[in-house]
């Protein structure tokens, strides 16, 4: 626990030998210029003496502020507090620990702690940022909100379209509504390179099976800027082959699929650095990647 | 004005006799049958359309093939085929609304130049910072009027400053307002060659019926008007979607900033719905005047590149009688190289006096039978006509230079000889 962090909380502040030096040579100036000069300098004197003071003051609160990963256990709740809605989350854990606490059955006991074992890592996880979604579509109402959210000016995602179904069923639809809304009307801009099997996208033919076509198509006609790259192109870098969305600089999302393009697993991590990577990623795939505009160009095609 | 030579295209071209006279057919017909059933028959079909005895009535509109027959005539104009897509408006800030949404819903920063003209410029900017994207803007301006940089390295200097900023989309005019040819098809292709271009915006305002088209060609969407260099004096604004790939983005975007009313142009919702033959009778009663005009002008446009160079050719030998004219006359040209230079000449006064306002000198041009724009700074811009210039021409020119030269009042009047020649008297 405690560590040597300053608090002005229960404790008493041991004062030092400076702190009455500062004061008593305060208290001497303060007292010469009175003494020897007109009320416009006493002034003047005591406005520099007051600024001084709330300027250390303030430095010296700030510094003293502790920081949640330096906290004490006993201090984690005063310092929760301040943010209610955790505080009411930490409420709720605490009191379902002691209530496991005081449960006797070894068994039960045996098993309560694999579960909180498991509780705790996926609390760490959150805490660094991570959110995954296993086995739901339930991601798309974040997604949605994350896309909405103001400041958000440039959303890039990248599709892995393993199959013609991809982002075909209704919550993929829906998703593809929100995009076209935000991006017709909204300050969103959105990218999208598509990675396509080889099934969806055979090698000698200029443009993908109809039904991902017409997807792809739509997005452009609402001026989405769409990137496309066949997956055997990507042998060289598999590391590529990922279902991901960059939002902003705010987070990234990597969605698994199944063979049937169902939804495995989202996650969803609110993360600098790791945006940073994913950028890193996108840029290569880029590389790799032809514009649908350019294939119309290319093969002199109508939209 | 009889007798006036009128060099002021650049701002509203001189009416052409062919949309002269098609225009005042169609006053006449709107004076005798302003809303009949055979009036909407021959909108939408043309003057084919017509009983013989009402093609009889107005022979002058035997050029109006109904809108889609003018949209086909206006997109050979800019060497398109008849499937190219053409919009019509009453203004063309409407379709500027259109330009900076369709560049901007596809690029995140597009290059624009400090010679693009202010009022686009400022669609541009409220739409970027609407969207949270960016605009580069080179300054090319000076180094143009001030010569000494060739085609060649005009296209790489914008090709480059286009990489650097990391660009991703264009809009820049064919020709800028104070005369300059700017090779767009060129620049577009130097650029692409590195950084595919999203969109690529053309501004034809002072290019269309004044520079081959060639020159401005390879991008997605063109605006220009007609009331400038084809002369059909009534304003419509025109743009045209050349590049197939867009075509459909472009309808979308601009059917829904239709419906939201974000584009509220009367000429355009008309037009659209005429040539669907879908009138929804509820919409606003629009001024269709300027149809007319610009279908009898096209008469008198030319009909290719071809036809288009010639014409270059004989406005760019007109600039330089005038610009020789000028050095006589206490002038001195402003003229970029010459693989930027186009009918439109810019002259400014040697000595220019501290009191001098664009309107006087633009008076006093007049005064003398020259119809000119004028700025504060001194510079005159004169539009070069398509026939080659008279000797009487000339001997006009030459005489309102010397004549309307700013300070040239106050030259001669401490001689007392205001009849004088001021160069002879200066001297």
């Not at chain 2, 402003?334 to 400014?348: A, E, P, Y």
Request: charge should be neutral; glycine fraction near 6%; proline fraction near 5%.
């Amino acid at each position: 626990m405690a560590k040597d962090v300053p608090n002005c909380g229960n404790r008493r502040i041991r004062l030092s030998y400076r702190f009455a030096v500062a004061v008593g040579g305060g208290v001497l100036l303060t007292a010469i210029v009175c003494a020897s000069s007109g009320p416009s300098v006493q002034s003047a004197l005591l406005g520099i003496l007051l600024s001084i003071s709330i300027g250390l003051a303030w430095e010296c609160l700030s510094r003293q502020r502790p920081m949640g990963r330096d906290l004490g256990l006993l201090e984690t709740p005063f310092f929760l507090s301040h943010d209610t809605q955790v505080f009411d989350r930490y409420r709720q854990i605490s009191q379902s620990l002691l209530t496991v606490s005081q449960k006797p059955d070894p068994i039960y006991r045996e098993v309560a702690l694999e579960e909180l074992t498991r509780l705790a890592a996926e609390c760490a996880e959150v805490a660094a940022g991570k959110i995954v979604y296993e086995g739901t579509e339930t991601w798309r109402i974040i997604y949605d909100k994350l896309l909405r959210s103001p400041g958000l000016h440039l959303y890039r995602s990248v599709a892995w379209v393993k199959n013609a179904n991809y982002w075909q069923d209704e919550p993929g639809r829906q998703s593809m509504k929100v995009n076209f809304e935000l991006h017709d009307n909204g300050p969103l801009n959105i990218e999208r390179i598509v990675i396509l099997a080889n099934e969806v996208w055979p090698a000698k033919e200029p443009l993908p099976v109809e039904r991902i076509h017409r997807w792809i198509r739509e997005q452009n006609d609402h001026g989405i800027w769409v990137k496309m790259v066949r997956e055997s192109e990507l042998a060289q870098e598999p590391e590529l082959i990922a279902d991901i969305g960059i939002y902003g600089s705010r987070a990234v999302g990597v969605q698994e699929l199944d063979e049937q393009c169902r939804t495995v697993r989202f996650t969803l991590t609110f993360d600098f650095n790791e945006v940073t990577k994913a950028e890193e990623r996108w840029n290569r795939l880029s590389v790799y990647s032809t514009s649908y505009q350019e294939l119309l160009d290319r093969f002199d095609l109508d939209e | 004005m009889i007798g006036t030579l009128y060099l002021d295209t650049a701002r509203l071209g001189q009416m052409s006799p062919t949309a002269r006279d098609t225009y005042l057919d169609f006053v006449r017909l709107t004076a005798e049958e302003p809303s009949s059933l055979y009036f909407e028959e021959f909108l939408q079909h043309g003057w084919a359309a017509w009983p013989a005895s009402y093609r009889n009535r107005f022979r002058a509109l035997e050029s109006w093939q109904g809108v889609a027959g003018l949209k086909h005539l206006l997109a050979r104009l800019v060497g398109q085929p008849r499937d190219c897509r053409v919009l019509l408006a009453n203004r063309s800030a409407q379709l500027m609304k259109l330009v900076a949404r369709l560049l901007f819903r596809r690029c995140r920063n597009v290059l624009t130049s400090d010679v693009n003209w202010p009022s686009y410029q400022r669609f541009l900017s409220a739409e970027a910072t609407r969207t949270g994207n960016s605009i580069t803007t080179i300054p090319v301006r000076d180094m143009l009027l001030r010569g000494g940089i060739t085609r060649d390295e005009l296209v790489s200097f914008i090709a480059e400053e286009s990489f650097k900023a990391g660009c991703d989309g264009l809009f820049l005019p064919a020709v800028s307002n104070l005369g300059v040819l700017f090779p767009t098809h060129e620049i577009v292709r130097a650029i692409d060659s590195r950084v595919q271009l999203r969109f690529v915006a053309v501004d034809a305002a002072q290019a269309f019926c004044h520079v081959p088209a060639a020159s401005y060609a390879g991008s997605d969407l063109l605006i220009a008007g007609c009331h400038k260099w084809l002369g059909a004096n009534q304003t419509m604004g025109m743009a045209f979607c050349p590049r197939k790939r867009s075509r459909s983005f472009i309808e979308r975007t601009l059917r829904r900033m239709v419906d939201a009313r974000q584009i509220d142009d009367p000429l355009l919702r008309f037009t659209e719905q005429l040539e669907r033959g879908q009138l929804d009778g509820y919409s606003e009663t629009t001024n269709i005047a300027p149809l007319f005009s610009c279908c009898g002008a096209i008469d008198m446009a030319p009909a290719n590149d071809l036809e288009q160079e010639q014409q270059l050719r004989i406005r760019r030998l007109n600039a330089d009688v005038v610009s020789e004219a000028a050095n006589d006359s206490g002038w001195m040209p402003v003229r970029s190289v010459t693989d930027f230079q186009t009918g439109i000449l810019l002259l400014k006064p040697r000595h220019l006096p501290r009191r001098s306002s664009a309107k006087s000198v633009r008076a006093a041009f007049q005064k003398h039978g020259v119809i000119l724009s004028t700025y504060d700074d001194g510079l005159i811009r004169l539009s070069m006509p398509r026939r080659p210039f008279t000797d009487d021409n000339v001997a006009c020119i030459r005489e309102s230079l010397v004549h309307a030269r700013p300070g040239y009042r106050r030259i001669m009047r401490p001689l007392s000889l205001p009849h004088a020649d001021p160069d002879r008297r200066t001297a």
